[in-house]
């Protein structure tokens, strides 16, 4: 198998103010990352990580998931050493989903809540798994589908290259079928977009790759545009790879329609490892928050009684204390 066909689209969106996406289109690989750490932080993390990809060389002579899984944690080393050094970088981190063509397979990398589809005879799978908040609360049953698509914490990710010295990064191959298409994107895209939406997009556009990328960038902007977003999809097909490498340029300043629509930047992404999140966050809507709030009234009333039952026995002290002097 080869890359038949490819292409991308990136936008800042509508309510931040830079992106902080970049994304790698060098085939037979491709890759997209988000990055985090506010001002510029986030940015400089993501170009980073793209960059490693880029160059490939600290992978050797190593192919598919050694490969990828040897790319990640090179672009891991990199990103934390730079966030380590330079005080204006500190806490930076980005997320990676990275997708590499070898023969019959295609060798998926990830890390973080960017995300690999596979779209195969009118169907689409969700490959990655999200390393998020809302996505270990939706496993242990916590929240529902319904409830995680609109949860407030549902920009917390609970891993990051760049945020500690090592990442565990999920890596795994897929058989891949003549005329399969893959997607990587962003989370602006899939917070914005429903699945079955973006299945329809690309089903509208199967013929041209181009135009469906275009397309769901723009629906995400009409969803709301909360976050930056890039779609990343390529086709695979039986013979020779195409020779002709076509990137967009990441937009890095917003137009004028961009930054009236929102004039504060959004509320950036945040890491809580898997195991602090019951010590780090009290789950709104979990049964431990709402048993919570059903205490809290009951709390408040016992205060106010404490605080009149203490009001009336100074009041009989005065009362007793005055009637002694009289007498």
Request: charged fraction near 25%.
């Given at each position: 198998?080869?890359?038949?066909?490819?292409?991308?689209?990136?936008?800042t969106?509508?309510?931040?103010?830079?992106?902080?996406?970049n994304?790698?289109?060098?085939?037979?690989?491709?890759?997209?990352?988000?990055?985090?750490?506010?001002?510029?932080?986030?940015?400089?993390?993501?170009?980073?990580?793209?960059?490693?990809?880029?160059?490939?060389?600290?992978?050797?002579?190593?192919?598919?998931?050694?490969?990828?899984?040897?790319l990640?944690?090179?672009?891991?080393?990199?990103?934390?050493?730079?966030?380590?050094s330079?005080?204006?970088?500190?806490?930076?981190?980005?997320?990676?989903?990275?997708?590499?063509?070898?023969?019959?397979?295609?060798?998926?990398?990830?890390?973080?809540?960017s995300?690999?589809?596979?779209?195969?005879?009118?169907?689409?799978?969700q490959?990655?798994?999200?390393h998020?908040?809302?996505n270990?609360?939706?496993?242990?049953?916590?929240?529902?589908?319904?409830?995680?698509?609109?949860?407030?914490?549902?920009?917390?990710?609970?891993?990051?290259?760049?945020?500690?010295?090592?990442?565990?990064?999920?890596?795994?191959?897929?058989?891949?079928?003549?005329g399969?298409?893959?997607l990587?994107?962003?989370?602006?895209?899939?917070?914005?977009?429903?699945?079955?939406?973006?299945?329809?997009?690309?089903?509208?556009?199967?013929?041209?790759?181009?135009?469906?990328?275009?397309?769901?960038?723009?629906?995400?902007?009409?969803?709301?545009?909360?976050?930056?977003?890039?779609?990343v999809?390529?086709?695979?097909?039986?013979?020779?790879?195409?020779?002709?490498?076509?990137?967009l340029?990441?937009?890095?300043?917003?137009?004028?329609?961009?930054?009236?629509?929102?004039?504060?930047?959004?509320?950036?992404?945040?890491?809580?490892?898997?195991?602090?999140?019951?010590?780090?966050?009290?789950?709104?809507?979990?049964?431990?928050?709402?048993?919570?709030?059903?205490?809290?009234?009951?709390?408040?009333?016992?205060?106010?009684?404490?605080?009149?039952?203490?009001?009336?026995?100074?009041?009989?002290?005065?009362?007793?204390?005055?009637?002694?002097?009289?007498?």
């Amino acid at each position: 198998m080869a890359v038949g066909s490819y292409a991308v689209a990136s936008d800042t969106g509508r309510k931040r103010r830079r992106n902080e996406d970049n994304y790698v289109v060098t085939p037979p690989l491709f890759a997209v990352a988000d990055g985090m750490g506010g001002a510029q932080a986030g940015e400089v993390a993501s170009k980073l990580a793209a960059s490693t990809l880029e160059g490939g060389e600290d992978a050797g002579a190593l192919s598919g998931v050694e490969r990828v899984a040897a790319l990640i944690q090179e672009a891991n080393r990199r990103v934390y050493e730079r966030s380590t050094s330079d005080p204006a970088a500190s806490g930076m981190g980005t997320t990676m989903t990275v997708a590499v063509v070898e023969g019959m397979t295609v060798v998926i990398g990830h890390v973080g809540d960017s995300r690999a589809y596979l779209v195969r005879e009118g169907r689409m799978e969700q490959l990655t798994e999200d390393h998020s908040l809302v996505n270990e609360l939706l496993k242990s049953g916590k929240l529902s589908p319904e409830e995680a698509h609109v949860h407030p914490q549902r920009s917390v990710i609970t891993r990051a290259v760049g945020t500690d010295p090592d990442v565990d990064a999920d890596a795994f191959t897929i058989d891949a079928h003549d005329g399969d298409v893959f997607l990587l994107c962003s989370d602006g895209l899939t917070d914005m977009v429903e699945d079955e939406d973006i299945l329809d997009l690309l089903h509208r556009h199967r013929d041209d790759l181009d135009r469906a990328v275009k397309a769901l960038v723009a629906a995400a902007n009409r969803g709301g545009g909360e976050d930056n977003i890039t779609a990343v999809a390529f086709r695979v097909a039986p013979g020779e790879p195409v020779e002709e490498t076509r990137r967009l340029p990441v937009q890095t300043e917003p137009d004028e329609e961009t930054m009236e629509a929102v004039p504060e930047p959004a509320v950036d992404t945040m890491v809580i490892p898997p195991d602090r999140i019951d010590a780090e966050l009290l789950e709104a809507g979990s049964p431990e928050a709402r048993a919570a709030a059903r205490r809290e009234p009951a709390d408040t009333s016992a205060r106010v009684r404490l605080a009149l039952t203490m009001v009336g026995l100074l009041a009989v002290a005065i009362a007793l204390l005055a009637w002694g002097l009289l007498r």
